[in-house]
DNA sequence: CTCATATACTTTGTATAACAAGGTATGAGT
DNA sequence: ACTCATACCTTGTTATACAAAGTATATGAG
């Protein structure tokens, strides 16, 4: 049972700067990576994904480049721009904040 | 620094079953409740609860009852229904998995 | 050889949520 | 009188996740 969509909003831009924060991915490993990582709790389908990269990237928080293949089609991998780094630590800052002040109500 | 706006997205059903387990509330109160609960972090809007409000009692998860009073305006209370107290927990769940599914990979 | 599947990226259209901004009305304080 | 806090509500905007579809290549099954 996938977590509902509406949950996803929001958590998405936190999730791709983190995972990028260990080296450059393509949108297709991302997908695969979310999904076992998660343990498939987190199914992020491609018409969210490339999107949400395209959002990233003219935010100018990530830059993609094209990595050509013998075998298959050509890649195109995304990594964090300097900017991108402090965005990625401030984000995953509000989303423990978010987290820390619902817990303060769930609890 | 209020959380941005997307990240509420979807915690908000969350929050409202969660709180409303401890007994019914009206919209205003619940507004200050939130706001004074999280120290400010969540800054719940008017125009955000009350059709949140509306759309969890037509989901048959809460029911509202006019409270009359002799000083200031009539107040509507929002109390659980029996599927609404089962919808909580189930929501809380979801949550909670949704935060360990990102904690695994913001760590 | 053909067909299905996995890889890999993309676009269009839809549903919905949070919010800004506004409205209505009452009672208390200055 | 006027402002403020209380208390509820609606309309219009923006943004997001997703379904569904499309393009293209390589690989394996039949």
Redo the contacts with the bound molecule.
């Keep these: 049972m996938p977590i509902d ?2 949950l ?5 831009d936190v999730l791709l700067l983190a995972l990028l924060e260990n080296g450059p991915m ?4 991302i997908v695969k990576e979310v999904r076992s990582r998660s343990e498939g709790l987190l199914d ?5 994904l ?6 990233l990237e003219k935010a100018g928080w990530i830059e993609g480049f094209w990595q050509a293949r013998a ?3 050509d ?2 991998y995304y990594r964090l721009t300097a900017r991108g780094v402090a965005a990625a630590q401030q984000k995953r800052a509000e989303w423990r904040q978010l987290v820390a002040a619902m817990e303060g109500i769930l609890r």
Excluded at 8 to 12: H, R
Excluded at 26 to 29: I, P, T, V
Excluded at 44 to 48: P, S, V
């Design positions: 969509r509406e996803m909003k929001g958590s998405l393509y949108g297709y490993q992020l389908k491609e018409g969210t490339y999107p949400a990269l395209h959002r075998d298959g089609a890649r195109r």
